[in-house]
């Protein structure tokens, strides 16, 4: 176990969180806790309800049974902004940023709760609000420096790369100095180099800043690199927890991701660039897979999907 | 969190950008400056027809900016907006209106001020009930807002001195009319000063980042509903305080100048006159309002040194709404920045910067999209 057993302090907590929406049930009694100092993985397959999960951690959906703990704080009910003032943020699937702004204006927008003034006197121009829009620009300049980014400084994002936005947007995350960091799928749209350049981008954050971070990733080799701890979703359900290692190997995981029948294991080193690739042929290697006798003493292997859930 | 700053540090917080323009650099950008201060200053100076005008001008610079707060920051639509500048010239008549013929310095300046606050009050009204409604929706229930309240309350017999209108008063100071000019331009300063702030403070980018993608903005913390109103009251305070310079203008509050075809017509002008300058362009909005304040003169004028004037007062009313169909047409087709966009080369230029006409483009125009950005 690769969980730090030392630092038990839940920076988040979720407790039995049940969301529907009409008939389906998006998200079925699902319980996680994320550690200090820890990075923590979310993982399933598309429609699992991960990123549905972030939602109503982060208060944009309000779960209909549950809790989420933030710090032993009860915030289910808090909005997202007050959330975000507190300490959380987020970044998005899809690129979550202003779009009309520059670079620079997206990286003070998201230090939005740290500006120290209230909106009114914002509008008198008084000294101390010039003051503090030179440090935040110059805050702002510092995490550019930090992620390598200082020569689109005042471009529009329109102009930018999609890898180059990922990495934005986790620096307008950064911005607020957070003390916890809801990532999904930072690695989308990017290569096996840039997500291992990623992975150890996370990392050397993680020791720079102390933010405590649960990503949702697809990506097993990132995951494998930095995850400390993964919960993996399908349906809604949690269907397995456990270490990287153990997670990856778990045979309703990688029937959950393949569909039909359990493969006895999920070669990560192995899986090629574009995953929807590396899914479509391991789905067609899946039928004959040499056995690894180690597993198949442990485990025998299963007919379908539908066995039960293991303890872990 | 006290990590982060200080593995940020080795950072100098004091520095500043330079922008490298020279003395004469400086002289050049004043010496362009000077035509535009005499049209601004010296014209209205020397004519007493041009002061009157650009009186009226100032007032649709105030009401383009309000509008600019809301539709091009907050990227609400508002077809009411005429409602708020009757407000505001309906409580500035009423509070100077004390049966003196000239008001004294406080009043006045009590009337404008309670004129500010009131149609600030009344767009936090409207603001609330559009709250979570939005593009059409919300252009009907502004529509709405605007129409209901000059028929409800501008109608008021004791608010519009029995139908008659009611007499405001400036004080003796501002009994001239280039004096009430320099006023009125005073007051497009304050509401420019405003607005500089709002794009320079956190409250723009909150604004912005709303008008851009509410969950974004939530997720950095912006409070979207808290903000969304806020634009509303911000747009309804620069309205009010346009609607008491205009009171006092006229000297008079006449609900004649908003209900019903009038203060439609209104509405229109100002939503049309606010994509032709430039969603989100200060300049552009100050322009295209001015310009908008000034068909009619301007084309009379033209008229009368043509002998078109009496064919032209037969078919004004149609004429001016024909210059801003076209205006419009042109802009949400060939160019979606607005006028803003045409003079950004300029106005990039003399904030210090290099002359470029090949610069990214303005925020509002390329987000929102010239039509769409009216969501009507």
Sequence with gaps: ?312 | MAVQTESLTGFDYTQQRRTGVSAGGWALRALFLLPVLALVLFLPYHSDDWTNDAIYAAVFAMVGLSMNVLVGYTGQISLGQQAFLGIGALTAANVVNTGTTAADPFTFAIGIVAGVLVAAGAAALLGAIALRIRGLYLALVTLVFGSVTADAIFTIPSLNGQDAGVPAYRPTALQGNFAFYVFALAMVCACIYVDVWIRRSKVGRGLIALRDNELVASAFGVNVLGYKLLGFVLSGAMAGLAGGVYAFWSQEFSDKNFTSGAGFNLALIFVVMVVVGGLGNRTGVIAAAAFFALIDPLFTGFAHHTGWLNWYTDHKAYIQNLVGAVLLLQTVIFNPGGLGQVLRPFTTWFSGKRFSLHDEGDAAGAALGGADSVRA
């Excluded at chain 1, 988040?12 to 998006?26: D, M, P, Q």
């Excluded at chain 1, 808090?78 to 300490?87: D, S, Y």
């Design chain 1, 1 to 312: 176990m690769r969980r730090w057993g030392v630092l038990t302090v839940s920076v988040l907590e979720v407790e039995g969180l049940t969301i529907r929406f009409g008939g389906l049930t998006a998200i079925d009694d699902l319980s996680l806790a994320v550690k200090e100092w820890e990075i923590v993985g979310l993982m399933g397959p598309n429609g699992a309800g991960k990123t549905t999960a972030f939602n109503c951690i982060t208060g944009f959906y309000k779960p209909n049974a549950g809790r989420v703990l933030y710090r032993g704080e009860d915030v289910t009910r808090v909005p997202p902004h007050r959330k975000a003032a507190m300490g959380i943020g987020r970044t998005f699937q899809n690129v979550g940023m202003v779009k009309s702004e520059t670079v620079l204006e997206n990286l003070l927008t998201a230090q939005h709760t740290k500006t120290g003034y209230g909106a009114l006197k914002g509008l008198t121009g008084a000294t101390s609000v010039r003051h503090r829009e030179k440090e935040l620009a110059a805050h702002a300049d510092a995490i550019l420096e930090l992620l390598g980014l200082t020569e689109f400084r005042d471009r529009r994002l329109g102009s930018l790369s999609y890898g180059t936005l990922k990495l934005l947007e986790l620096g307008c995350a950064l911005a607020s100095d957070p003390d916890l960091l809801l990532l999904d799928e930072p690695s989308s749209g990017m290569g096996p180099e840039e997500s291992h350049e990623l992975g150890e981008r996370l990392l050397a954050l993680r020791q720079a800043l102390g933010v405590t971070m649960l990503l949702i990733e697809h990506h097993v080799p990132l995951v494998t690199a930095v995850c400390d701890y993964v919960y993996v979703l399908n349906f809604g359900k949690l269907l397995a927890e456990g270490d990287p290692e153990h997670v990856r190997n778990h045979p309703e995981v990688v029937a959950a991701y393949l569909g039909g029948e359990a493969p006895e294991e999920l070669e990560a080193t192995e899986v090629p660039e574009e995953q929807a690739a590396a899914v479509e042929e391991l789905a067609e290697a899946a039928p004959a897979p040499a056995p690894s006798p180690r597993r198949a003493a442990r485990r025998p292997r299963r007919t379908g999907a539908s066995g039960k859930k293991e303890a872990s």
